[in-house]
């Protein structure tokens, strides 16, 4: 398979597509989590870390979420990252969505909604993050993290964001956060997805 170029590209063209894309992608994705923590089976790496945290400020999910990605932002620094638009509209949207889609989803305590929950939630994921990865509009906080590391360390990004991921999930668990078959269910799956469905969705620039 070709590599797909993902590299940051500026609004020179289809501005209305490429941001609605991204934006779009991007409330899909907070929509996504929100299931997922609704299911009460484990949540996604980030998720379990946010949990943890939440249950010692007593702040909204969403909060909690933007906040996280707040303060990876500043760890972007000393890697010499830039942010894009995608990054500050990554903080913004996913944080509201998550909050608002909780807000209307309850708990699930039967078996086969906490499992429709989850699948659900899993594969609006990958549709999410592929969407809006492939507007090309810059990489979202915890992606700019990786690549920044991955870029100065000299390692693999696979290295890396396992290295991230399960520092993350134990930091999270320590703190009280939940870990089960959903962490395990999105970390098998979501690279699969988001690279099976890049091809559709990522803008490519046009000859002149």
Not at 110 to 126: E, K, P, S
């Amino acid at each position: 398979m070709a590599q797909i170029d993902l590299r940051p590209v500026r609004i020179t063209r289809d501005p209305t597509r490429r941001s609605v894309q991204l934006l779009a992608g991007l409330a899909l994705y907070g929509t996504s989590v929100a299931l997922v923590t609704r299911a009460g089976l484990g949540l996604e790496p980030w998720s379990v870390l946010a949990e943890g945290v939440l249950k010692h400020t007593g702040l909204s999910f969403g909060t909690v979420t933007g906040l996280i990605s707040v303060v990876v932002l500043l760890l972007w620094i000393p890697l010499r990252q830039r942010p894009g638009i995608g990054t500050i509209a990554n903080v913004v949207v996913i944080s509201v969505m998550v909050d608002a889609v909780r807000a209307v989803v309850p708990d699930q305590h039967d078996l086969a909604w906490q499992i429709a929950l989850l699948a659900g939630g899993i594969a609006l994921n990958g549709v999410a993050t592929a969407t809006y990865v492939g507007a090309r509009l810059g990489p979202g906080p915890r992606d700019g993290l990786m690549t920044g590391l991955a870029a100065r360390t000299g390692w693999s990004v696979r290295l890396v964001r396992t290295g991230i991921e399960v520092t993350v999930v134990v930091v999270g668990f320590f703190l009280g956060g939940t870990v089960g078959v959903g962490t395990v269910l999105y970390a098998l799956a979501i690279g699969p997805l988001t690279q099976a469905l890049l091809p559709y969705v990522v803008w490519r620039e046009r000859a002149a």
